[in-house]
């Protein structure tokens, strides 16, 4: 049986994203969005079911958070939470399943990031 990330997420509650974060935010280089810088403010997860939190600061404008749940082992992405803050962004509703994902996209780099044994 195969379970979709958000209920995973759902069932692991915030316990994954406490027991798992990062103490500051770090940046990390997206090399098709040469109009924002991007950190990395919180991974979670576990190793084949990573999440990450990404801020995305425009030159010209506020920041933007994205939460994202990835599954290493089939290549997938699902954005499951939004927003200008990140309060804002753990009350959004996400995308209803994972997505395949795109070469060169920014989960395709971010999947890279999370998922590549080094």
């Known amino acids: 049986?195969?379970?979709?990330?958000?209920?995973?997420?759902?069932?692991?509650g915030g316990v994954?994203?406490?027991?798992?974060?990062?103490?500051?935010?770090?940046?990390?280089?997206?090399?098709?969005?040469?109009?924002?810088?991007?950190?990395?403010?919180?991974?979670?997860?576990?190793?084949?079911?990573?999440?990450?939190?990404?801020?995305?600061?425009r030159f010209s404008g506020g920041p933007f958070y994205t939460k994202r749940a990835f599954d290493c082992r089939s290549r997938t992405v699902q954005v499951v939470g939004e927003g200008p803050t990140l309060a804002e962004m753990n009350k959004s509703k996400g995308e209803d399943k994972p997505q395949q994902i795109e070469p060169g996209s920014i989960g395709a780099q971010l999947w890279e990031h999370v998922c590549k044994k080094k």
Do not use: Q
Request: negative net charge.
């Open 16 to 57: 994954v994203c406490a027991s798992a974060a990062t103490a500051a935010d770090y940046p990390i280089e997206i090399r098709t969005d040469l109009d924002a810088k991007f950190y990395v403010v919180e991974k979670g997860g576990s190793a084949e079911y990573p999440t990450l939190v990404v801020k995305r600061e």
């Open 1 to 12: 049986m195969r379970v979709s990330l958000a209920a995973l997420l759902g069932l692991l």
